[in-house]
């Protein structure tokens, strides 16, 4: 079962991974060791996804990274916490980012 | 109508000169390449230490049969040396040589030559080889006048009866066809490619942007699978059509196995067939597919429809319905949403081929193949099971089993057929292949490396192996090894990011960021390249 994803923990992308903008698409590949990845195995971030992602550099958690998005789209926190929640659960799911504690 | 006999290719396997005696009443003439000492060929195909020697060999033996031996000067493009009179001087004095050796005939592209051949060497037949492209009795009448003996017309049209009745009958030259070249009728590529070979003997470079030779043909198929019914082979069921306007029937079979030549040249002295098409066919961007089955294209009139077909395409329909009832595509050319279709597809027509050859164990693998993609495993396992009753050495059979337990996380399991599969075949690089992969997975780091190092000494050099001899060093903190194996592997596979993308961690480790960035560039730019051209063609 998936473990609850906590608004305390903090989160850096996985070093098994690259990421880049490509022709305005924010794409995260995985680093292939041969196993079963295949080519498509790629993800794309929209802007926000892009945003949130950003703001994973070890320093903020969760919920830091929340109220920092607050000042730039005008909608309640609650939703944009339920995006990064949701967000988060799909990175782990494919092993792009690594948790390194809670604050 | 006489029985109708064929001309067989040499593929470099001396062993194949024991079917030659086993089928002399069938075979009238064996061609070889001249050796690339002296001049570029058509193909890529090492030819061994020993070839010079083993030429003579080859002469005696055919000679000895009754069989023509036929060296091939097939070479479209000899760069800026080709028209030297040294560079011919060199290739003349071998021909006499090997005329007086028993040499009968010459098959040659470059007009020049077999002008200068005719002159110089009077006895010997010359043929005009496929590469020269005669679609024209106007093309064939200016062979003739340079000396040749027989024409061998293009393959793009081998379905016009009247044109090579024409060419024939204008030219009174002798007249070979093709049989089973797999290449597309007017490929675009084709010209390039054969003139990259012709120079490029055995050095592959890194080519331009993502292409590799083998994916061309692909790059059109992925647009029009149904351009597969375009390839303008002749089926063996319709050989004898062809009496009255041919008189030599050639056989691709170069770069094909002696048990592979041995199962063409079967069915088309039965004149018959009803298997998978690819098993007869030559192209390697016939790669692209997985199947396609003629005993489907025969109750559709297949040869008989094609043959009459103005090409008009978007009218009729008639290939794209043959694609979806005889076609299977090659996954690893689809995308994940295209693959589930395919698979589902495969076991429709593969269970469909199993009512006709029920003892068919390789059919049985594909259809637990294509299940495991479903992620159906108990009915895959059912079909792997059926394979073993009927062969006990199906090494197939063993594969697809251990790559399931790998994908049930059971390693011990996996390791075990692995190995029982080595016991049965010790010198298989494709088993040691899979073992490394399952020691990877099991994190058993250096039995992996000796697994995928065997490997490779057993010429099984997939992209996977070095990426997972990359991983393994790099997991095991051993960077420059891992780059070292990924260098190598970058030899054989220029194109593909994910080698850069390793690359880049083990740069990392080792604190070299800067070289570890011109990897993340190489990197995307092959992976958006790649996804280009995917992108436009799924």
Redesign the interface.
Known sequence: MAKKIKLETVYVPS??V?S?E??GEF?I?P?????G????D?FSLNKTGRLIWSKMNGRNNLKEIAHELIKEFDVPVEIIEKDIVGLVGELLKKKMLREIGAK | MGEIRFSLGYNHDFKLLDLLGKYRENIESFYFPIPYRYLGSGRLIPQGEGYYEEINEIIKKCNFLKIRPQMLLNATNDGNFGLGKNYFSRILDYLQEMESSGLKSVIVANPIYISEIRKQIKSIEIESSVNCYVKTVEHALYLKDLGVDVITIDRDINREFSLISKIRLKTGLKIKVMLNEGCLRNCPFRNMHYNFLSLNVLKPKKLLGDISLDSLCSRVYLRHPEKVFSIPFIPPDTVSLYASVADYYKLSTRAFSTQKIEFCLNAYIKQDFNGDLLEILDCPGLAHFNYIDYAVLKKHNFFSKISKCDNDCGECNYCNKLIKKAVIINSNYLNSDARVKEDEKAIKIYSRVLKASPKEVSIYLRISTAYFNLKKEKRALKYINRALRLNSKAIGAYLILGAYYERSNNAMKALAVYKKALRLFPHSGEIYFFLGRTYFSYKKYKEAVESLKEALRSNYNSLEVYLLLGSCYEKSGQYKKSINELRSGEITYPNEAKINFLLVKCYRKIGQVGQANKELDNGFRKFLEKRRINGEEN
Do not use: M, N, Q, Y
């Not at chain 1, 680093?31 to 196993?35: E, K, L, R």
């Not at chain 1, 990845?37 to 498509?40: A, F, K, M, V």
């Open positions: 070093e098994d690259v880049r490509l022709e794409i590949i680093i292939a060791s041969g196993i990845e295949s080519d498509d790629f």
